[in-house]
């Protein structure tokens, strides 16, 4: 039985295909692709990316524009464990207008404080500044209800 024009076709397509992906080549493939990232890593970016912040203990995750180099974008994100803490003095917060007893933080004065604290990249705009909730203490808790 003769083999089809299409069946050769693709048998010697595979037998190239099999002798092109050699681990030497896949593992030289790879080190190449590594070291045009890493080269690319020098250069200045400007992006999003989500930063934890810490006010006096309570937990927030916003999302900020920054500028830096692209190392350094990308250390930032590799620790997203890593929190900045501020107390609410260093914010300058105001009565917020959504939230009844909350505190709206102006995206400018978390601006500067981020800037404070990290180093290596500028924050350009903060996008989604949270609003603060402070924390009541039980005993204050129970004496509204009382009243």
Known sequence: MKKS??????????????????????????CSALLWYAS?????????????????????RLTATVSGRGSTILAQRLALKRRLSFTLDE??????????????????SLQRAINGKITNLTVVQVI???????????????EDVTQ
């Open 91 to 108: 914010l300058s917060p105001r009565p917020s207008r959504q939230t009844l007893g909350a505190l709206a933080i102006a995206p400018t």
């Open 128 to 142: 989604d500044a949270p609003d603060f909730v402070p924390e009541v203490a039980e005993e204050e808790q129970k």
């Open 40 to 60: 690319r890593l020098n250069n200045e970016y400007d992006t999003e990316i989500p930063l934890n912040i810490r006010i006096d203990g309570q937990k927030y």
């Open 5 to 30: 024009l299409l069946n050769i076709f693709a048998e010697k397509t595979r037998k190239v295909i099999r002798q092109a992906l050699s681990p030497t080549f896949l593992v030289c493939l790879l």
